[in-house]
């Protein structure tokens, strides 16, 4: 029999063990064979000392996530506590799509995220549509990553359309690369996620990473690449063929996008949901559809999209005849 206390004090104690202990309830179902005993922001485990070491290592990825994301929703506790005590870091680590800074492991936390992963692997080129949250660009970037490092791509080419969400471009301050940056941030941030800082500048001054609007990849031929098009609900028709018939040898297309959140101005619509429809069904054409039940950040999102969902049901025209 042992015991092992934990002090919680790079983030909040109550973020980590949930209001009235919430968290830490679900957490005591995952590890019935301890005690766990919370006072303020320490944790005191008591039981065998295999299940301890199993027991310490989740709880500091449970941590880890806090401090990341300042948010604990049910599905990341889940995959991070869930499994059998006994099982070996190996066996989870097969799941792993990269092991990022500070101790973070990415994998797909959902069964449409793990449809993403599959479909990368056997096609050439994949269509990932769904609703903020559902970890499409996250998922996608990782799978990139992955295939540099294990040299199965020579480079890393991300790209989303320079559009305007409901702001202007023009009154933003700077040249036209500090002008396109706040476009181009989720990328960044990503990256930063995955890569550590020294090496992701020195990948991004080299070229091995290129992050760019839509617009600057016209005229190129994308070898030997991992490509991302993020945002795609806001690319024209046009555009959207013109991005995919950038495809070179060795190169892997990932396309991403919201249907339900198209900035064109009206009179341009999207060409995604168009472009799918056309090469639906193309042998080495994958399309994956995430959903609500994919939302990972926090459960309000969840409950936010249902809300608009069923405002868009009803403002829809009866057409019944």
Same mark, same amino acid.
């Given at each position: 029999?042992?015991?092992?206390?934990? *002090?919680?004090?790079?983030?909040?104690?109550?973020?980590?063990?949930?209001?009235?202990?919430?968290?830490?309830?679900?957490?005591?179902?995952?590890?019935?064979?301890?005690?766990?005993?919370?006072?303020?922001?320490?944790?005191?485990?008591?039981?065998?000392?295999?299940? !301890?070491?199993?027991?310490?290592?989740?709880?500091?990825? +449970?941590?880890?996530?806090?401090?990341?994301?300042?948010?604990?929703?049910?599905?990341?506790?889940?995959?991070?506590?869930?499994?059998? @005590?006994?099982?070996?870091?190996?066996?989870?680590?097969?799941?792993?799509?990269?092991?990022?800074?500070?101790?973070?492991?990415?994998?797909?936390?959902?069964?449409? *995220?793990?449809?993403?992963?599959?479909?990368?692997?056997?096609?050439?080129?994949?269509?990932?549509?769904?609703?903020?949250?559902?970890?499409?660009?996250?998922?996608?970037?990782?799978?990139?990553?992955?295939? &540099?490092?294990?040299?199965?791509?020579?480079? !890393?080419?991300?790209?989303? @359309?320079?559009?305007?969400?409901?702001?202007?471009?023009?009154?933003?301050? =700077?040249?036209?690369?500090?002008?396109?940056?706040?476009?181009? *941030?989720?990328?960044?941030?990503?990256?930063?996620?995955?890569?550590?800082?020294?090496?992701?500048?020195?990948?991004?001054?080299? =070229?091995?990473?290129?992050?760019?609007?839509?617009?600057?990849?016209?005229?190129?031929?994308?070898?030997?690449?991992?490509?991302?098009?993020?945002?795609?609900?806001?690319?024209?028709? @046009?555009? +959207?063929?013109?991005?995919?018939?950038?495809? =070179?040898?060795?190169?892997?297309?990932?396309?991403?996008?919201?249907?339900?959140?198209?900035?064109?101005?009206?009179?341009?619509?999207?060409?995604?949901?168009?472009?799918?429809? &056309?090469?639906?069904?193309?042998?080495?054409?994958?399309?994956?559809? +995430?959903?609500?039940?994919?939302?990972?950040?926090?459960?309000?999102?969840?409950?936010?999209?249902?809300?608009?969902?069923?405002?868009? *049901?009803?403002?829809?025209?009866?057409?019944?005849?």
């Amino acid at each position: 029999m042992g015991e092992l206390s934990i *002090q919680v004090t790079a983030v909040d104690p109550i973020a980590v063990f949930g209001a009235n202990d919430q968290h830490l309830r679900i957490i005591r179902g995952f590890f019935p064979k301890l005690n766990l005993v919370a006072r303020g922001d320490t944790l005191k485990v008591i039981g065998n000392d295999d299940d !301890i070491s199993v027991f310490a290592e989740r709880f500091d990825q +449970l941590v880890e996530h806090v401090g990341r994301y300042n948010e604990l929703p049910r599905k990341v506790l889940d995959d991070i506590m869930g499994g059998a @005590p006994d099982s070996e870091p190996s066996a989870e680590d097969a799941d792993v799509l990269v092991h990022g800074n500070a101790g973070l492991r990415v994998k797909a936390r959902t069964r449409n *995220q793990q449809r993403l992963v599959e479909a990368v692997r056997t096609h050439d080129m994949v269509f990932a549509v769904g609703p903020a949250g559902t970890g499409k660009t996250y998922t996608a970037v990782a799978l990139a990553v992955r295939a &540099l490092k294990e040299k199965q791509v020579r480079r !890393i080419i991300l790209t989303r @359309p320079a559009v305007e969400a409901g702001e202007n471009l023009g009154f933003l301050p =700077g040249d036209l690369r500090e002008k396109l940056d706040p476009y181009l *941030q989720p990328l960044y941030d990503a990256l930063k996620d995955m890569i550590p800082a020294g090496r992701l500048a020195e990948h991004l001054e080299t =070229g091995v990473i290129q992050i760019a609007p839509l617009a600057f990849m016209r005229g190129r031929t994308l070898d030997h690449a991992f490509v991302i098009l993020d945002e795609a609900q806001n690319a024209t028709l @046009p555009q +959207l063929k013109m991005f995919l018939t950038r495809m =070179g040898r060795n190169a892997k297309f990932v396309i991403t996008g919201d249907l339900t959140q198209v900035d064109l101005p009206k009179h341009s619509p999207s060409g995604l949901d168009k472009g799918i429809g &056309l090469l639906r069904g193309v042998e080495g054409i994958a399309i994956i559809e +995430l959903d609500e039940k994919d939302v990972i950040r926090h459960e309000l999102v969840t409950k936010v999209l249902g809300a608009f969902k069923d405002l868009e *049901q009803r403002d829809q025209p009866d057409r019944t005849p």
